[in-house]
Each structure stands twice: as structure tokens, then as C-alpha cells.
């Protein structure tokens, strides 16, 4: 079983950074996956940026050039750098882990990006 505990929302305004952290505990596979994924109200969930055991990256086209993620193995931890945010960027993100049919989600963090 695993656990993921999100960190490092808040309020910013346009064209300012973040880093959100997810930290996980219990076993995980070595393929598993690490990924972000953000909602807004009324809206699916989005894919932002994943990033795979052997290094692969993938962002969505939006945030690509301005967000960065990457982990730390040895702390379980993923990060999600964000720079020049923009008020499209507001939702709450969540922290996605997942292997095979295994899937596990964080409780979301606010991010809220001012105009």
C-alpha cells in the first residue's frame, strides 16, 4: 500500500514559481511510474507531467518550457517545479503513482495563480 502526501501549494501571482513536493511511503514496483495531474471545478482531470523510472519525461503542451519535474528515488519524491505561472495554471494537482493495475492518488494541493 502506498501513501502520497502533497505539499507546496499556495497563492501566487502571475509569472511567479512554485514546487510542489508528493512524498510516498510503502512498497512501490522499480517500474512505477510518477506522475501530476491537475482539475479545476466542472472540468476532467488533466495530465501534466509524468516521469518514468528510467528517466523519460512527458509534460502537457501547456506547461512545457515553464514546469519541471523531476524525483528523488532515495526519498521517494516527486517534485513539480513550476516557473512563469499563469491564471489558466489555478487547480488543485495531485500527485499520481502507478505500475500495472495499481494506481494510487495524493489528496491534492491547491495552487491559485493571481492575475
Known amino acids: 500500500q502506498v501513501q502520497l502526501v502533497e505539499s507546496g501549494g499556495g497563492l501566487v501571482q502571475a509569472g511567479g514559481s512554485l514546487r510542489l513536493s508528493c512524498a510516498a511511503s510503502?512498497?512501490?514496483?522499480?517500474?512505477?511510474?510518477m506522475a501530476w495531474y491537475r482539475q479545476v471545478p466542472g472540468k476532467q482531470r488533466e495530465f501534466v507531467a509524468r516521469?518514468?523510472?528510467?528517466?523519460?519525461?512527458e509534460y502537457v503542451d501547456s506547461v512545457k518550457g515553464r514546469f519541471t519535474i523531476s524525483r528523488d528515488n532515495a526519498k521517494s519524491t516527486v517534485y513539480l517545479q513550476m516557473n512563469s505561472l499563469k491564471p489558466e495554471d489555478t487547480a488543485v494537482y495531485y500527485c499520481?503513482?502507478?505500475?500495472?493495475?495499481?494506481?494510487?492518488w495524493g489528496q491534492g494541493t491547491q495552487v491559485t495563480v493571481s492575475s
Open positions: 499520481n503513482v502507478y505500475w500495472g493495475t495499481y494506481d494510487c
Open positions: 510503502g512498497r512501490m514496483s522499480s517500474t512505477a511510474v
Open positions: 516521469m518514468l523510472r528510467d528517466g523519460r519525461i
